[in-house]
């Protein structure tokens, strides 16, 4: 996970888990990349997959 292009986390992951991200950032507009690393290649052959990122947001809510 990058925040504004700096790395916040990185996980190695086999298989299928769910991760919670918490951080404190300042007021503004800033950005948020999540992304596999490293990234899919073109298929050649059906019988190959990529591997998937699904992110579901619950909440984005300023900390007190």
């Known amino acids: ?5 700096a790395p ?7 298989g299928e888990t769910e991760v919670a991200l918490t951080f ?6 800033h950005t948020l ?4 690393d490293p990234p899919c ?3 050649l052959a ?3 997959t990529c591997r998937a990122l ?6 984005l809510e300023p900390l007190p």
Request: glycine share 6%; no cysteine; hydrophobic share 60%.
């Open 41 to 43: 290649t073109r298929i």
């Open 24 to 29: 404190a950032i300042a007021a503004g507009y």
């Open 1 to 5: 996970a990058l925040g504004d292009d």
């Open 8 to 14: 916040l986390a990185r996980w190695q992951i086999a």
């Open 54 to 59: 699904r992110a579901a947001w619950t909440t």
């Open 33 to 36: 990349t999540l992304a596999l």
């Open 46 to 48: 059906p019988a190959l």
